[in-house]
């Protein structure tokens, strides 16, 4: 009875017109990508694990401070490397989510320079090099200033790319217009960052898992333009559920889920 049941429901969705685009997101955990910190400084918050979470108000922050008398640099800055779970054939871009802050000293202040940046880097067939950087810089007077970064993006496209580096840091010049020590920090805080692009695996995990009464099955997705008559929907992207027909039923790839299309009898496809 279960497993009528889970068929019907199946059967449902494959009636919606959806459409799926090429490109995912292949830096999400949920897509087997994993991260490390590879250098920093500063004091930390959250974890880098919230850098791919896709979850953009989360994320690592890094936050520093400085003291002395007239002029004062405050730099907070970490690099981490993200590690795709299949090398994609085609990286197309990379969009970051960031927060900065600068706190200077207010009143006396004749000068608080607030400079951001991110470099990215590709790894291409075991090989690093710049891919692409972005940085800005102002003067905010005295005080603090604040930037929020949303959806910003760093340009391919690059080819063979198994892994990425990113180097964020926030850094804060303050001058004072008359002696005596005071103190200063500056927050750099990367909530998101997320890779557009083709992996070599005609298939991908996105977590989906169906119970077939033992176990829970990974079912595979498509990663090219879908044309699977099963669509499931997520975090606002449309997927294909990739099938299989009879004659693969009893293959290793075979998770044993049977769904009835307008081809006939189907599997989907186990992912592995």
């Not at 059967?11 to 999400?28: E, M």
């Not at 087997?32 to 500063?42: D, H, Q, S």
């Not at 405050?74 to 600068?102: D, G, M, R």
């Not at 070599?200 to 176990?215: A, C, E, R, S, V």
Request: hydrophobic letters at 35%.
């Amino acid at each position: 009875m279960k497993k009528q049941i889970l068929v019907l429901l199946i059967v449902l969705l494959i009636t919606l017109p959806l459409v799926i685009s090429a490109d995912i997101n292949l830096a999400a955990s949920s897509e087997g990508a994993t991260i490390i910190e590879t250098g920093g400084a500063g004091s930390t918050s959250g974890t880098v694990l919230n850098i791919i979470d896709e979850n953009y108000g989360t994320g690592f922050q890094r936050s520093r401070t400085a003291s002395g008398s007239y002029s004062v640099t405050a730099s907070a800055h970490h690099t981490t490397e993200i590690h795709f779970n299949t090398p994609l054939t085609t990286l197309t871009e990379v969009k970051y989510w960031a927060y900065y802050h600068h706190q200077c000293i207010t009143g006396f202040a004749s000068k608080s320079i607030a400079s951001e940046y991110i470099t990215l880097h590709v790894k291409q067939n075991g090989v690093w090099s710049v891919g692409d950087s972005d940085s800005s810089s102002l003067d905010f007077g005295s005080g603090s200033y604040s930037s929020t970064k949303t959806a910003q993006v760093l340009s391919g496209p690059w080819a063979d790319v198994s892994d990425i580096r990113i180097y964020v840091e926030s850094r804060s010049r303050c001058e004072k217009s008359r002696s005596g020590s005071y103190s200063i920090s500056s927050t750099v805080n990367l909530r998101e960052i997320e890779a557009w692009g083709e992996s070599t695996d005609p298939y991908q995990d996105i977590g989906l898992k169906i119970y077939n009464g033992t176990t829970p099955v990974p079912i595979a997705i498509e990663m090219s333009e879908a044309d699977s008559e099963l669509k499931i929907y997520k975090n606002g992207t449309t997927y294909g559920v990739a099938l299989i027909p009879e004659a693969e039923f009893g293959q290793s790839h075979d998770s044993g889920i049977r769904i009835k299309t307008s081809s006939g009898i189907q599997g989907l496809r186990k992912y592995e």
